[in-house]
Each structure stands twice: as structure tokens, then as C-alpha cells.
């Protein structure tokens, strides 16, 4: 394993359309997160797995947004309808599930709705 | 829910300057964790602090955690370019949050050579 792997890097779309995003986490790593940062801000909290099930979703993400990580590894988030508001990077992490560690991102997919 | 603060949100400093940054939560954490995000990069990992009070120290970098485990402190000793970056705290909650972070602003910190 190198890391965590998203993709796309770089996603262009209409407003309206809907877009999925991939994320690979660590092999090893039980937990995965999804994080949304804009510009002069940090990351902030859409959801969270450990292995499939969801444990937590923000309740500042609206209906539009999905996630699921349906075998435990690897998770997909999508966007429903997007919004020019729903762009943003989109960052993914992962940590082992015992005890307390730090997160390890990924490159993010850079999503802007026009 | 909670919520962490950061200040300030810029700091300019000459080569060889110190510099410090400051986090506050509205409640008591599980945790504390410390990223850097270079311009155009992603967070990575720093270090993180669970104990009251505790303090720990990477090279030039000295991390604190306060005794009521709400706030924290990042100071840099003698500054390089290399520091340039975003610093951000991340407050771990508890409970069924207890694996979640939740994000400060972030210090903006730019090194004049």
C-alpha cells in the first residue's frame, strides 16, 4: 500500500448532475472518512465507516449526499443534483479501528460545479 | 456540536522567527491531533496528544495539551521555509464520536527567507 488513493483528482460537471468519487483506503485500515474543505478552511466532518457500517453522518450534509462502503473496503460518496455550493475538495481518510491514530489522506478530488 | 477554534489565522515570519498557534474547543476532548498542509497538498499527520497536560516535542515543533483537555497549543523554534504550510488541531470527541475529528480553521504560516 502507498496510501490512500481518490479519484478523480479533478472532477468538472454541470449543476444538476450527479458525481461519484472513489476512495482506497490503507489495506489494513477498519475506519474511512470523508471530509469537504473549501478554500481557507479545514476539513469538515460529511461521514465516517468503520469496515461497512456508517457510524455517522453530518448533519449539515443534506439528502444529495450518499455514501457507502459496501464491503469494507474501498467507498464511494456521491452527489446528487449538484450545486455550484458543492464545490470543494473532497477528502478522503482512513485509520486503523484500536485505540486513537492519526488520519492519512488522500489527495482529495477537486470538484467544481459550473 | 462542537467546536474548535484556531488563532491566529495568519502568521508572518521571518527565517529564524518563532511562531505559535492556539486552539480552543467548546467542550473537553478525547484527543487533540496536529496536521500541516502545504500549499496544495493534503493534511498529514503530525502528532497527537491524549493526556492532560501532556507535551511533546518533534525536532523544533513542541505540542501541548491543556490540563482541561479543551485546548492546545503548536510552537515552532526557529522557523525555516519548510514550515510554510496551513497548521490545523483536530478535536477527537467521545462516544460514538470517539474515532471522529473534528477541524479547526488552521494557521496560515508563511516564512519570509
Known amino acids: 500500500d502507498t496510501g490512500v488513493s481518490q479519484n478523480p483528482r479533478h472532477k468538472i460537471t454541470k449543476r444538476g448532475q450527479n458525481v461519484t468519487f472513489r476512495c482506497d483506503p490503507i489495506?489494513?485500515?477498519?475506519?474511512l472518512y470523508w471530509y469537504r474543505q473549501t478554500l481557507g478552511q479545514g476539513p469538515e466532518f460529511l461521514t465516517y465507516?468503520?469496515?461497512?457500517?456508517?457510524?455517522?453522518k453530518s448533519r449539515l450534509l443534506s439528502d444529495r449526499f450518499s455514501a457507502e462502503r459496501p464491503k469494507g473496503s474501498f467507498s464511494t460518496l456521491e452527489i446528487q443534483r449538484t450545486e455550484q455550493g458543492d464545490s470543494a475538495m473532497y477528502l478522503c481518510?482512513?485509520?486503523?479501528?484500536?485505540?486513537?491514530?492519526?488520519?492519512?489522506f488522500g489527495s482529495g478530488t477537486r470538484l467544481t460545479v459550473v | 456540536g462542537q467546536q474548535v477554534m484556531q488563532i491566529p489565522q495568519y502568521q508572518h515570519v521571518q527565517e529564524g522567527e518563532d511562531f505559535t498557534t492556539y486552539c480552543n474547543s467548546s467542550?473537553?476532548?478525547?484527543?487533540i491531533q496536529w496536521y500541516k498542509q502545504r500549499p496544495g497538498g493534503h493534511p498529514v499527520f503530525l502528532i497527537q496528544?491524549?493526556?492532560?497536560?501532556e507535551v511533546k516535542k518533534q525536532k523544533r515543533l513542541t505540542f501541548q495539551f491543556g490540563e482541561a483537555k479543551k485546548n492546545s497549543s503548536l510552537h515552532i523554534t526557529a522557523t525555516q521555509t519548510t514550515d510554510v504550510g496551513t497548521y490545523f488541531c483536530?478535536?477527537?470527541?467521545?462516544?460514538?464520536?470517539?474515532?471522529?475529528?473534528?477541524f479547526g480553521q488552521g494557521t496560515i504560516l508563511t516564512v519570509h527567507p
Open positions: 481518510a482512513s485509520s486503523p479501528h484500536q485505540g486513537i491514530y492519526g488520519y492519512t
Open positions: 489495506s489494513e485500515h477498519n475506519r
Open positions: 465507516f468503520q469496515n461497512e457500517a456508517q457510524l455517522e
Open positions: 467542550t473537553t476532548l478525547s484527543n
Open positions: 496528544l491524549v493526556k492532560s497536560g
Open positions: 483536530a478535536g477527537g470527541g467521545g462516544g460514538t464520536s470517539y474515532g471522529k475529528l473534528t
